[in-house]
């Protein structure tokens, strides 16, 4: 790889649409729904960006797993990271957890993929276009 070669992951700026999303590819991959819940959990979260202002954002963890959505190259793509180097690096200080399952019902009963609290939404509407290094 050449030193000028573009290796940033951009924000979708869609995190909770993007996690929904990863969740309908294991579905329609075959994954049975049951099987999804049990070995995924979908966190909504706040982490601070490098200049220090939160954001609100979304992604899976299976096991000690964080996969999330990045644009590289202009393309949605899904990056797994350790869980704890991807906490330490996000700088993630609150977390929400919920079951595929909750998440489903959530959605039904609001009418959005989420976040449903309060003060991860607010966080929504601001968000700086942040770059994360690959």
Sequence with gaps: MSDDEDVTL???????????DY???LAKGGMHPEEIDRRYT???????????????HA???QGGVVTFA????????YVSADRAEY????????????????????QRRTGWMGPWKPEYRALC??????ETPL
Excluded at 49 to 55: A, C, I, N, R
Excluded at 70 to 77: P, S
């Design 42 to 56: 979908i966190v909504h979260g706040i982490m601070l960006l490098p200049d220090g202002k939160p954001v609100s």
């Design 87 to 106: 906490v330490r690096y996000a700088m993630v200080y609150d977390e929400t957890r919920y079951t595929v399952r909750e998440t489903c019902e959530l």
């Design 70 to 77: 990045g644009l590289y190259k202009g393309e949605r793509v």
């Design 125 to 130: 509407g601001d968000v700086q276009r942040g």
């Design 59 to 61: 992604w899976l963890e």
């Design 23 to 25: 969740i309908n590819m």
């Design 10 to 20: 951009h924000p979708t700026h869609n995190c909770f649409d993007d996690v929904i």
